[in-house]
């Protein structure tokens, strides 16, 4: 089994920052990649950024240059730094790993719960 855990968001006013953590934990073997989602009210679950093993960045057109995605492999781990934030950026946030558990080598899809990013004054 294998689980993610998320943390860091929060209520924060234009032009703040927030940092998402999401740790992967369990029978984990490898992972392949692992991102961030968005997901407004009445919207659809979109990329936000993402990183492979190997540190291929990718990033939505809507935060590039603002937030940036990274990785610490040995704890399983990813982060969001999230700069210069916008109302329009309130969302839901959902954590993605694409990754083999130990005694199964196909590749499978984790989500976390979510995690609220509110950006308001």
């Known amino acids: 089994q294998v689980q993610l855990v998320e943390s860091g968001g929060g209520l924060v006013q234009p032009g703040g920052s927030l940092r998402l953590s999401c740790a992967a934990s369990?029978?984990?073997?490898?992972?392949?990649?692992m991102g961030w989602y968005q997901q407004a009210p009445g919207k659809q679950r979109v990329l936000v950024a993402s990183?492979?093993?190997?540190?291929?960045?990718t990033y939505g057109d809507s935060v590039k240059g603002r937030f940036t995605i990274s990785r610490d492999n040995a704890k399983n781990t990813v982060y969001l730094q999230m700069n210069s934030l916008k109302p329009e950026d309130t969302a839901v946030y959902y954590c993605?790993?694409?990754?083999?558990?130990?005694?199964?080598?196909?590749?499978?899809?984790?989500w976390g719960q979510g995690t609220q990013v509110t950006v308001s004054s």
């Open positions: 993605r790993a694409n990754l083999r558990e130990i005694t199964d080598w196909s590749l499978k899809d984790y």
């Open positions: 369990g029978s984990i073997s490898s992972i392949y990649a």
């Open positions: 990183v492979t093993s190997g540190g291929t960045t």
